[in-house]
């Protein structure tokens, strides 16, 4: 076990862990935003850049701050070394840079976005992003492309983050999507109109962060806040069969991985399970889904009883910033 | 006339071909490597003479090579690095298009010392033609015994490979090289791993430039302590130059590191000064990544020391008032160049040339090229600057690889150095729109959109 010091807090982690890794064995404020890494992708993250941290001393050993600030969901932590987040005003400058980087070609849709209230963009932005852009050029944008049936791809809103790229790499047996161009031309794309056709593609919408990849069995049906997630099991021989279905009355609107409090899910879920599951007789109903603490899917009014933690700043963007 | 030790037989008629390369001594130090040193004989020549990378960083290559990992048990692989897209920089075509044999005996010879059994060389699309000229190269080494098994009875096999990129400047990062040589998408890699530990498909790989491999030639023939003296400091050696611009005799020149700026602009040996009944503007004295130096911070550093070509003198001031030796793409500009304009250009070249792979690079380098394409063509406000010199500050240093600084280091530096310029663009379009240098588009017409 090796020692290292995120915003002053110690903890002791095994060697080889990365810095978010190890921020997020200690938890709370000082955990690093990532939009891109994903802790059940091997490879994913080092592309966003809303990572970064400052290494104020590289090691025991060598106790020298790194020159740059660094990614922390692919830069390992050596022993002895010391990290700063939340308590650098560089990493939190930089963050707001990036942030704005990823809102000047972003549509900015929300309010006809299906990801809207479990947005990890959106999350960001409220934590990070100013209210005010200084973007005046025409943003990107790309027309809706259908890949299946069951899943739409809407490239404008998307921010690049591979995961998808990762997932149907890791999970299928074969990729038939993937990154075509480059620069800011960069777009994800099945090159000819190919139909992602695969027992697990549905994980693409789970592990996409923003509303580029979304459900078509759910679009436009209800808005996340107002349908109740349960976990719920059912037998299935593909994959576990774990799940959480987002209920509305006694109607199931739709079934999504069981996700963490970092957005990640547990386990990847079939297309089965996902699409084609839609009756309450399907699923034996666990008990509710637990709910973090900042999302807009807290505000809704069946939590009441159940212990949150009110979201900072309420309003739009940072005070400062008004 | 001054030392050459790589263009030094470069007017010998039929230098391209083996036998004459041969006739004026060429391969002498594979002979001397191969039969009379060990590798680790080479690459403590190679410490000893202070070589340092010519691709632009500038790092020292005996070091360099000291980090290969060469206990594991995996191939290694030495990949010469001729994906030569620098604006600015064009010294490698010239070495490898005139004189391709000198860089096929640095590889033999920096093969041997690193224990590279298949040796690549990376070369940028657009240069079709001296694919053809070093494959012709490498078949005729090939012939006389040079490459091969057993090369020259020492039981040491090299095999030289040419790969063609795509023609895409980030595959000229060392990490999205190797990606692209192993046929995929030309991203460069997060660090570590380091290539020196795991690059080419995961082996313990070492990239280098054309222009470096090729100087373990002479510093194998002389010997590194020799190398040594050429030069001023830490910067020992030559370096060829790619000078462009306003200058009366733009070209490659092989100079001594250490030759004071004012001569190698100015004297009929060198460049032969900026065209007649003009004066020097600006310079870029490193390719297009490297800050610009107005002419009197040129000249001199602020401190009035007159400035030399080397790693040291040119980055004297640090970024505030001094650049970089880079890759040696020098551009000398004259007054009738607008830096705006200048720098429009550069950044467009950032913007087409970002893989798009990490942020602030893929959004930031298009968003300042359309503010300053906006600045150029009379539509900005005095706003427009601050929020240039603001991205370009978000950039640099948040970026996987280097392309975030080098796009954010001009824009910086530009204005920092031509403020005024950007400002009288802003104040009279219409002015900028008619002046001799602009060839700006009517500022009153609506402005035509930046294509992705």
């Known amino acids: 076990m090796i020692k290292v010091t995120i915003d002053g807090v110690e903890t002791e982690v095994e060697p080889g862990t990365t810095i978010l890794n190890a921020a997020r064995q200690i938890g709370g404020d000082l955990v690093p935003p990532a ?54 005003p560089e990493v939190l400058e930089a963050r707001k840079g990036v942030v704005e980087f990823l809102l000047i070609n972003h549509p900015l849709d929300c309010p006809i976005c299906d990801q809207a209230g479990e947005c990890h963009l959106q999350d960001l932005a409220f934590e990070h992003g100013s209210a005010k852009t200084r973007y ?29 790229v990762f997932t149907a790499n890791q999970i299928t047996n074969e990729r038939v999507h993937g990154v075509l161009n480059r620069g800011d031309a960069a ?74 409090q970092y957005g990640e899910v547990e386990d990847f879920i079939c297309n089965d399970c996902r699409f084609e ?24 009014k069946y939590l009441q009883g159940i212990k949150v933690d009110a979201p900072k700043n309420i309003g739009y963007g940072n005070i400062s910033d008004r | 006339m001054a030392r050459k030790l790589l263009l030094e037989n470069i007017n010998v008629p039929g ?91 640095g590889l033999i010879v920096s093969s041997y010392s690193l224990g590279s059994n298949s040796t690549y060389i990376y070369i940028r ?31 040491y096999d090299l095999e030289i490979y040419v790969q063609p990129g795509g023609g895409a400047y980030i595959c000229g990062e060392e990490t999205a090289l190797i990606e692209s040589l192993e046929g995929k998408r030309g991203n460069p890699r997060m660090k570590p791993p380091f290539p020196a530990i795991s690059g080419l498909y995961n082996c313990p790989t070492v990239v280098n430039n054309v222009e470096t491999l090729a100087t373990v030639v002479p510093i194998i023939n ?34 001594e590191l250490g030759l004071p700026v004012d001569e190698f602009l100015n004297s009929d040996e060198y460049c032969g000064g900026i065209r007649a009944g003009h004066t020097l503007k600006a310079v870029v004295p490193g390719g297009s990544s490297v800050p610009i130096l107005p002419a009197e ?49 550069f950044t467009r070249f950032y913007h087409h040339e970002s893989c798009g792979q990490c942020s602030p690079c893929r959004e930031g380098t298009g968003w300042m090229e359309k503010v300053l394409h906006r600045l150029e063509h009379g539509h900005g406000s005095m706003s427009d600057i601050d929020l240039l010199v603001d991205i370009a500050k978000k950039i640099e240093g948040n970026t996987i690889c280097p392309l975030g600084d080098a796009a954010a280091w001009p824009v910086a530096s530009h204005i920092r150095h031509f403020r005024e310029e950007f400002e009288y663009h802003v104040k009279f379009p219409e002015k900028v729109a008619h002046s001799p240098f602009a060839h700006s588009a009517d500022y009153k017409r609506e402005l035509n959109t930046v294509l992705q």
Request: proline share 4%; with cysteine; charged share 25%.
């Open chain 2, 297 to 345: 911070l040129f000249y001199k550093t602020k401190e009035g020391v007159a400035r030399l070509m080397s790693y040291e003198s040119l980055s004297e001031g640090g970024f505030a008032s001094g650049s970089m030796l880079g890759s040696g793409g020098f551009i000398a500009m004259d007054e009738t160049t607008c830096i705006v304009r200048n720098l429009w250009n």
């Open chain 2, 15 to 105: 230098i391209k071909s083996f036998d004459v390369y041969r006739a004026n001594g060429g391969y002498r130090s594979v002979e001397k490597a191969l039969k009379t040193m060990s590798p680790d004989d080479v690459m403590e020549e190679v410490k000893k003479s202070g070589l340092r990378g010519r691709g632009g960083a500038g790092f020292p290559t005996g070091m360099k090579w000291s980090f290969l990992d060469r206990k594991s048990d995996k191939p290694r692989y030495l990949v010469c690095n001729a994906d030569e897209s620098e604006p600015g920089t064009f010294k490698d075509r010239f070495l490898m298009e005139y004189i391709p044999h000198i860089l096929i005996e």
């Open chain 1, 187 to 260: 777009e994800i794309g099945t090159y000819i109109e190919n139909v992602i056709e695969n027992d697990f593609s549905g994980n693409v919408i789970d592990v996409c962060p923003v509303g580029a990849l979304t459900d078509k069995t759910f679009r436009f049906k209800s808005r996340v806040w107002f349908v109740k997630p349960m976990y719920a099991h059912r037998n299935c021989d593909k994959c576990c069969g774990k799940t959480t279905i987002w209920m509305k009355g006694d109607e199931v609107f739709r079934v999504t991985g069981r996700k963490d």
């Open chain 1, 35 to 88: 939009m891109c890494y994903y802790s059940k992708l091997k490879g994913s993250g080092g592309k966003c850049r809303t990572c970064l941290v400052k290494v104020a001393a590289g090691s025991a050993k060598d106790p020298r701050p790194m020159p740059k600030l660094v990614a922390s969901c692919s830069t390992p932590v050596q022993d002895g070394m010391v990290v700063q987040n939340i308590t650098s």
């Open chain 1, 277 to 300: 599951k839609k009756l309450t007789s399907d699923w034996t109903v666990e008990g509710p889904a637990p709910i973090q603490k900042n999302s807009v899917q807290a505000q809704n």
């Open chain 2, 222 to 255: 002389m010997g590194g302590d020799e190398y040594a003296k050429i030069g001023v400091g830490r910067s020992t050696g030559t370096k060829l130059i790619s000078a462009c611009g306003h200058m009366n005799k733009p070209g490659v020149y092989e100079i």
């Open chain 2, 125 to 155: 699309g657009e240069y079709r033609w001296i694919v053809d000229i070093l494959e012709n190269a490498i078949a005729e080494a090939k012939h006389n015994g040079f490459l091969g098994k057993n090369i020259l009875g020492s039981g």
């Open chain 1, 136 to 164: 005046e050029e025409e943003r990107r944008s790309f027309d809706k492309i259908d890949i299946g049936s069951k899943i739409q791809l809407h490239m404008t809103r998307c921010i690049l983050c591979y995961r998808c």
